[in-house]
Protein backbone atom coordinates (compact mmCIF):
# COMPACT_ATOMS: atom_id res chain seq x y z
CA UNK A 1 0.00 0.00 0.00
CA UNK A 2 1.55 3.33 -0.83
CA UNK A 3 1.95 6.27 1.89
CA UNK A 4 -0.37 9.00 2.46
CA UNK A 5 2.38 11.09 1.41
CA UNK A 6 1.69 9.64 -1.89
CA UNK A 7 -1.55 10.59 -2.43
CA UNK A 8 -1.40 13.87 -1.01
CA UNK A 9 1.41 14.54 -3.73
CA UNK A 10 -1.25 13.39 -5.94
CA UNK A 11 -3.92 15.75 -4.73
CA UNK A 12 -0.89 18.38 -4.72
CA UNK A 13 -0.64 17.75 -8.96
CA UNK A 14 -4.11 18.84 -8.81
CA UNK A 15 -3.75 21.66 -6.99
CA UNK A 16 -1.17 22.75 -9.49
CA UNK A 17 -3.69 22.07 -12.02
CA UNK A 18 -5.85 24.58 -10.65
CA UNK A 19 -2.94 27.09 -10.22
CA UNK A 20 -2.17 27.26 -13.61
CA UNK A 21 -6.65 27.29 -14.76
CA UNK A 22 -6.70 30.78 -12.33
CA UNK A 23 -8.01 28.99 -9.21
CA UNK A 24 -7.20 28.81 -5.97
CA UNK A 25 -4.82 25.95 -5.68
CA UNK A 26 -6.56 23.33 -3.57
CA UNK A 27 -6.73 19.92 -4.77
CA UNK A 28 -8.30 16.81 -4.23
CA UNK A 29 -8.27 13.03 -5.23
CA UNK A 30 -10.06 9.73 -3.88
CA UNK A 31 -8.48 6.14 -3.59
CA UNK A 32 -10.18 3.35 -3.60
CA UNK A 33 -9.69 0.52 -1.15
CA UNK A 34 -7.12 -1.06 -3.10
CA UNK A 35 -4.84 1.75 -3.55
CA UNK A 36 -6.17 2.89 -6.78
CA UNK A 37 -6.78 6.43 -7.46
CA UNK A 38 -10.92 6.56 -8.61
CA UNK A 39 -11.48 10.45 -8.74
CA UNK A 40 -9.40 13.63 -8.72
CA UNK A 41 -10.18 17.45 -8.91
CA UNK A 42 -9.47 20.82 -8.39
CA UNK A 43 -11.16 23.75 -7.15
CA UNK A 44 -12.81 25.39 -10.22
CA UNK A 45 -16.02 27.61 -9.08
CA UNK A 46 -14.71 30.58 -10.97
CA UNK A 47 -13.93 29.07 -14.16
CA UNK A 48 -17.00 26.55 -13.95
CA UNK A 49 -19.47 29.85 -12.44
CA UNK A 50 -20.31 27.01 -9.45
CA UNK A 51 -20.00 28.20 -5.96
CA UNK A 52 -19.73 24.27 -4.92
CA UNK A 53 -17.12 23.13 -7.64
CA UNK A 54 -14.45 22.90 -4.75
CA UNK A 55 -11.50 20.26 -4.81
CA UNK A 56 -13.31 18.08 -2.75
CA UNK A 57 -17.02 17.88 -4.37
CA UNK A 58 -15.46 17.72 -7.79
CA UNK A 59 -12.95 15.13 -6.80
CA UNK A 60 -16.03 12.81 -5.36
CA UNK A 61 -18.31 13.71 -8.33
CA UNK A 62 -15.36 11.95 -10.56
CA UNK A 63 -15.46 9.23 -8.26
CA UNK A 64 -19.05 8.59 -7.96
CA UNK A 65 -19.38 8.87 -11.84
CA UNK A 66 -16.04 6.29 -11.79
CA UNK A 67 -17.50 3.49 -9.70
CA UNK A 68 -21.47 4.19 -10.64
CA UNK A 69 -22.18 4.69 -7.05
CA UNK A 70 -22.19 7.95 -5.23
CA UNK A 71 -21.28 5.80 -1.92
CA UNK A 72 -17.56 5.84 -1.47
CA UNK A 73 -17.42 3.33 1.32
CA UNK A 74 -13.96 2.21 1.82
CA UNK A 75 -12.29 4.80 0.17
CA UNK A 76 -10.16 8.12 1.29
CA UNK A 77 -10.13 11.49 0.18
CA UNK A 78 -6.99 13.01 0.17
CA UNK A 79 -7.04 17.43 0.09
CA UNK A 80 -4.55 19.86 0.25
CA UNK A 81 -6.80 21.52 2.45
CA UNK A 82 -9.10 21.24 5.52
CA UNK A 83 -12.59 20.36 4.16
CA UNK A 84 -15.56 23.37 4.82
CA UNK A 85 -18.66 23.00 5.56
CA UNK A 86 -20.05 22.17 2.38
CA UNK A 87 -17.64 19.48 1.64
CA UNK A 88 -17.84 18.13 4.99
CA UNK A 89 -21.61 17.36 4.47
CA UNK A 90 -20.75 16.03 0.81
CA UNK A 91 -17.83 13.35 2.28
CA UNK A 92 -20.53 12.67 5.58
CA UNK A 93 -22.95 11.63 2.66
CA UNK A 94 -20.49 9.75 0.02
CA UNK A 95 -19.79 7.43 3.25
CA UNK A 96 -15.80 7.62 2.57
CA UNK A 97 -13.93 5.86 5.63
CA UNK A 98 -11.54 8.42 6.21
CA UNK A 99 -10.34 12.10 5.11
CA UNK A 100 -6.59 13.16 4.83
CA UNK A 101 -6.08 16.34 4.42
CA UNK A 102 -2.92 18.93 4.63
CA UNK A 103 -2.68 22.20 5.48
CA UNK A 104 -5.34 23.68 8.36
CA UNK A 105 -8.20 26.43 7.03
CA UNK A 106 -7.80 28.86 10.39
CA UNK A 107 -11.21 30.82 8.37
CA UNK A 108 -13.33 27.95 7.47
CA UNK A 109 -12.29 24.60 8.13
CA UNK A 110 -14.67 22.05 9.09
CA UNK A 111 -12.02 19.47 10.68
CA UNK A 112 -10.34 21.08 13.62
CA UNK A 113 -9.93 24.78 13.08
CA UNK A 114 -13.88 26.67 13.40
CA UNK A 115 -15.01 22.68 14.15
CA UNK A 116 -14.81 19.50 14.21
CA UNK A 117 -18.33 18.25 12.20
CA UNK A 118 -16.94 14.86 11.56
CA UNK A 119 -17.12 14.15 15.56
CA UNK A 120 -20.52 15.03 16.04
CA UNK A 121 -22.60 12.34 17.37
CA UNK A 122 -25.88 13.26 15.52
CA UNK A 123 -24.16 11.96 12.20
CA UNK A 124 -25.02 8.07 10.57
CA UNK A 125 -21.75 7.56 9.48
CA UNK A 126 -18.58 8.26 11.11
CA UNK A 127 -15.46 9.20 9.20
CA UNK A 128 -11.62 8.90 10.28
CA UNK A 129 -9.77 12.05 9.55
CA UNK A 130 -5.75 13.22 9.65
CA UNK A 131 -4.49 16.46 9.54
CA UNK A 132 -0.97 17.81 8.29
CA UNK A 133 -0.02 15.27 5.52
CA UNK A 134 2.30 17.82 3.44
CA UNK A 135 0.91 20.81 5.31
CA UNK A 136 4.31 22.88 4.62
CA UNK A 137 3.82 22.37 0.77
CA UNK A 138 -0.17 23.10 0.53
CA UNK A 139 0.11 26.22 2.53
CA UNK A 140 2.89 27.33 0.38
CA UNK A 141 0.81 27.02 -2.69
CA UNK A 142 -1.71 28.96 -1.07
CA UNK A 143 0.09 31.80 0.56
CA UNK A 144 2.09 32.02 -3.27
CA UNK A 145 -1.23 32.44 -4.72
CA UNK A 146 -2.56 34.81 -2.63
CA UNK A 147 0.89 36.82 -2.26
CA UNK A 148 0.89 36.65 -6.16
CA UNK A 149 -3.12 38.44 -6.42
CA UNK A 150 -1.92 41.19 -3.71
CA UNK A 151 0.93 42.27 -5.73
CA UNK A 152 -1.28 41.99 -8.85
CA UNK A 153 -4.20 44.04 -7.88
CA UNK A 154 -2.16 46.15 -5.09
CA UNK A 155 -4.40 45.24 -2.33
CA UNK A 156 -5.66 42.13 0.01
CA UNK A 157 -6.98 39.45 -1.66
CA UNK A 158 -9.78 37.37 0.03
CA UNK A 159 -8.73 33.55 1.10
CA UNK A 160 -12.46 32.22 -0.22
CA UNK A 161 -12.31 29.63 -2.40
Not at 40 to 47: K, Q, R, S, T
Not at 69 to 83: A, F, I, K
Not at 105 to 131: C, D, I, T
Amino acid sequence: MRSDEFYMHRALDEARRGLSAGEVPVGAVVVDAAGEIVGAGFNAPVGAHDPSAHAEIRALRDAGERLGNYRLDGCTLYVTLEPCLMCTGAIIHARLARVVYGAAEPRSGMAESKANLFAQPWYNHRVSVEGGVLAGRAARLLRDFFAARRDATGHEAGGDR
